[in-house]
């Protein structure tokens, strides 16, 4: 019997070697582009040029509340209430 090291070691081989084994067959969908990391399709998005359209500041209005998004001189965003 190994020691215990040799056994993990063997164990993430085999759950590695069991993964690509489930791995579905390539499809002619398999050649779309995946979103990248972290991209979400049902969230929408938006360029901050579509928003400002040329303004440095625009009011969002939510729960009766206003917040203000600005854009600062470093070209930062900031949202205040």
Same mark, same amino acid.
């Given at each position: 019997?190994g =020691?215990?090291? /040799?056994?993990?070691? +063997?164990?993430?081989q085999? #759950? %590695?070697?069991?993964? %690509?084994?489930?791995?579905?067959? /390539?499809?002619? =969908?398999? +050649?779309?582009? &995946?979103l &990248? /990391?972290?991209?979400?399709p049902?969230? &929408? /998005?938006? +360029? +901050? ?7 440095k500041?625009?009011?969002? #209005? ?5 917040y203000?998004? %600005? ?8 949202? =205040?209430?």
């Amino acid at each position: 019997m190994g =020691t215990g090291v /040799e056994r993990v070691t +063997s164990a993430i081989q085999n #759950r %590695r070697r069991d993964h %690509r084994a489930k791995k579905p067959a /390539e499809t002619a =969908t398999d +050649s779309v582009v &995946p979103l &990248p /990391e972290g991209m979400n399709p049902a969230v &929408p /998005e938006w +360029s +901050s040029l579509d928003l400002f359209k040329g303004a440095k500041e625009l009011l969002i #209005r939510h729960n009766g509340a206003d917040y203000r998004l %600005r854009i600062t001189a470093a070209n930062k965003l900031i949202l =205040t209430k």
